[in-house]
């Protein structure tokens, strides 16, 4: 063994990329597939889960006869700043392209417009700025000349959405998802695909201001856990040429242990693996080194805080009774749904009419599973872990 100790190419920060990044195969395939059908894509899961890294990946792999564009749209803060925001990634889409078919049309838009230039940081006019949302009901059905098939991935779109609906701005919001619904809907918007994405419940934002049907179109797609086969292929490809080493009944342990195999938490568990690794010289992984990894994973709060926050944000009024319904799921290892009903029962939370919309949320929020009949556990042993961190005490326990 060398004496330099080479480090596992884990990353757990910025979305994944390059050999950090495993290709999600069955989540590309489908892309394609809906797009293909002419289906609009909601990419919207809880934090961490890998959507910005799929996307990326689907960009930068975009096929033949398409053009892709990804940009987080995060910081937009109105109505017609979304627009503005839209109407600059489909110039900066074309301008990339190198087809003749689409140049003409960028130097066509330039003209009518007086743009002055378009870069990564948007565009400049040389006269006055116009109506966006107007002129994207113009540019969208232009595009089908390009013979490209334009795709746009709007990351952070379900953020802009609940900011704005919290930020007593609902009209802007209604009026954003209902223009993007007619744009959807028109037959002359054809080779031009949106894709939705964020981490918040867009669906559950939507219910809240009452207009479910301005989304019920869009197809979703999960992004969910790895498959058993592909854990092993992340943690071959993130140590292949690492000091640690881990052998095939490692990794298995390894999959038991976080049960949900979620990439981030495989990224999460490598990194302090190979610490302890290395503290200890031993580059042959052990399960007690997978044990004391999942602790020192746990103690660092901010893996999983958001998990929690992000219900408080935007289920604030029904928060009491949702995290009751986790914190006793968390210190009995599961709740039943006759469980579920007492608390809903309970005057403090009164919820008696439509608790189980909020276990089905539960359930498509990625917190808890069905297990067995009217029985539900958390999907994760390093969520239900985090909850009985955060609430040692319940019920006099
Ligand atoms: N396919 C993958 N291969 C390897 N690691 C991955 C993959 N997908 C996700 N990860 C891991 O998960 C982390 C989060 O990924 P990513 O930023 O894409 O998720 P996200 O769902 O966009 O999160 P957020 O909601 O916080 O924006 C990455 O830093 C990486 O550790
Ligand atoms: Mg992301």
Known sequence: MS???KYPKTITGDAATGERYLKRSRINEEFWREVE???????????????????????????????CIYQNIEGVKT?????????????????????????????????????????KSGIKFSENEIDYEGEL????????????????FLDEFAEVINKLNKQNMQQDAVDILH????????????????????????????????????????????????????????????????TINFSESTVVYLAQKLKH????????????????????????????????????????????DDWLVRLRDYQAEQFPFINEILKTCAHNGKITVQEIYNLAIDEKHNRKDDYMDYVEELINDGYIVEEGKNMYRFISPFLQQFWINKYPIHHGR
Not at 137 to 152: A, F, K, Q, S, Y
Request: proline share 4%.
């Open 79 to 119: 109505r017609n700043e979304f627009y503005r925001r839209l109407f600059e990634i489909i110039l900066q889409c074309v301008h990339r392209s190198k087809i003749q078919k689409t140049k003409d049309l960028l130097a066509k838009w330039f003209a009518k417009y007086k743009i002055s230039e378009v870069s």
């Open 179 to 242: 223009t993007m619904r007619e744009i959807r809907a028109d037959a002359d918007f054809k080779n031009f695909t949106i894709v939705y994405a964020g981490s918040i419940g867009l669906q559950f934002v939507i219910k809240s201001i009452d207009r479910p049907k301005l989304i019920n179109d869009l197809h979703p797609i999960e992004t969910g856990p790895l498959s058993i086969k592909e854990m092993h292929e992340l943690v071959h490809q993130l140590t292949n040429d690492a």
């Open 137 to 152: 009901r113009n540019i969208i059905p232009e595009l089908v000349d390009t013979d490209v098939h334009t795709v746009i």
């Open 37 to 67: 059908k002419g289906n609009h894509i909601l990419f919207v899961a809880p934090r961490r889960v890998g959507k910005t890294s799929v996307m990326k990946d689907l960009e930068e792999n975009c096929p033949d006869g398409y053009a």
């Open 261 to 304: 195999l979620l990439p981030y938490y495989v990224q999460l568990m490598i990194e302090d693996i190979d610490v302890i690794a290395k503290e200890n010289a031993k580059p042959y992984v052990a399960d007690e080194m997978i044990d004391e990894a999942f602790e020192r994973v746990l103690k660092k709060n901010k893996n999983f």
């Open 3 to 5: 004496t330099e100790w």
